[in-house]
């Protein structure tokens, strides 16, 4: 049967597919959550969730530097991987030999439509269904949030520091937690920026998340050296940045923050 990724890409991808390989840590955990980790046979080291369940796949490296021997000796039906965590050669390699649906989520609307699409080619329509309307819901609940109220950058990264542009998934969560990304007008998903540039923008925040770059506590005092007037937070890079079942937990995490 013939699917449609969130590239455009057809995939051919013949019956329900017994066999799958995950290039994407929060579509890992879906799969899980779906009731489909049995049918998982190899997933990225950074495949992290569900603790106690995931670390029983197969893991065929990194979401990027692939083992191409390992996913090949799992024979699998389905990979699944995404435009903006795996590398493009990469997956057109494998994609010459075995069926890959990659995943393009920049907002939540797109997370949404990639849960129902997975459930639909795993034959599991009803289960990512009955998850999708439940994450539309919690969501619903953040309208209590007043919007744009507090102005803030979001680092990923340190030396050099990279922050969230304005297309990209982080960004959609952080106006949902009634934040302004100082850095939306941004054209790039994830640019650098320099210590001025922040200071130029006058954000009332800036986050220091766990991931990718694992910001520690030492790194608030840091930063808070370097930015007095600015209150530096650290807080759980899954939720602004997970985009599978994982969002459940989502718009709860956000109301508390502040």
Same mark, same amino acid.
């Given at each position: 049967?013939?699917?449609?990724?969130?590239?455009?890409?057809?995939?051919?991808?013949?019956?329900?597919?017994? $066999?799958?390989?995950?290039?994407? #840590?929060?579509?890992?955990? %879906? %799969?899980?959550?779906?009731?489909?980790?049995?049918?998982?046979v190899?997933?990225?080291?950074?495949?992290?969730?569900?603790?106690?369940?995931?670390?029983?796949?197969?893991?065929?490296?990194?979401?990027? *530097?692939?083992?191409?021997?390992?996913?090949?000796?799992? $024979? #699998?039906?389905?990979?699944?991987?995404?435009?903006?965590?795996?590398?493009?050669?990469?997956?057109?390699?494998?994609?010459? %030999?075995?069926?890959?649906?990659?995943?393009?989520?920049?907002?939540?609307?797109?997370?949404?439509?990639?849960?129902?699409?997975?459930?639909?080619?795993?034959?599991?329509?009803?289960?990512? $269904?009955e998850?999708?309307?439940?994450i539309?819901?919690?969501?619903?609940?953040l309208?209590?949030?007043?919007?744009?109220?507090?102005?803030?950058?979001?680092?990923?990264?340190?030396?050099?520091?990279?922050?969230?542009?304005?297309?990209?998934?982080?960004?959609?969560?952080?106006?949902?937690? *009634?934040?302004?990304?100082? /850095?939306?007008?941004?054209?790039?998903?994830?640019?650098?920026?320099?210590?001025?540039?922040?200071?130029?923008?006058? #954000?009332?925040?800036?986050?220091? #998340?766990?991931?990718?770059?694992?910001?520690?506590?030492?790194?608030?005092?840091?930063?808070?050296?370097?930015?007095?007037?600015?209150?530096?937070?650290?807080?759980?890079?899954?939720?602004?940045s997970?985009? *599978?079942?994982?969002?459940?937990?989502?718009?709860s995490? /956000?109301?508390?923050?502040?």
């Amino acid at each position: 049967m013939i699917f449609h990724d969130q590239m455009g890409r057809e995939v051919d991808i013949s019956g329900s597919p017994q $066999k799958i390989v995950s290039l994407v #840590p929060p579509i890992t955990e %879906l %799969l899980f959550d779906l009731g489909l980790g049995d049918k998982l046979v190899g997933r990225t080291k950074f495949c992290i969730h569900p603790k106690g369940k995931v670390d029983k796949v197969p893991s065929i490296g990194g979401v990027m *530097g692939l083992n191409y021997h390992r996913i090949e000796e799992s $024979k #699998p039906d389905l990979i699944l991987a995404s435009r903006e965590e795996n590398g493009k050669q990469e997956i057109n390699e494998i994609a010459k %030999l075995l069926p890959v649906w990659v995943s393009d989520v920049r907002n939540l609307t797109d997370a949404l439509e990639m849960i129902r699409t997975i459930g639909s080619i795993c034959g599991v329509e009803e289960k990512a $269904k009955e998850i999708a309307e439940k994450i539309e819901t919690e969501f619903e609940k953040l309208s209590e949030i007043p919007e744009e109220v507090i102005n803030a950058v979001y680092l990923i990264w340190k030396n050099p520091l990279y922050t969230v542009g304005g297309n990209n998934f982080t960004n959609d969560m952080l106006k949902r937690a *009634g934040i302004r990304n100082v /850095f939306e007008d941004k054209k790039e998903a994830y640019p650098i920026v320099t210590g001025k540039e922040i200071r130029n923008r006058k #954000p009332d925040y800036i986050f220091l #998340p766990s991931e990718p770059y694992p910001f520690k506590t030492n790194d608030v005092k840091e930063f808070h050296d370097k930015f007095p007037k600015v209150e530096i937070k650290q807080v759980d890079g899954e939720y602004f940045s997970w985009y *599978g079942s994982h969002l459940l937990k989502a718009p709860s995490y /956000f109301k508390q923050l502040f």
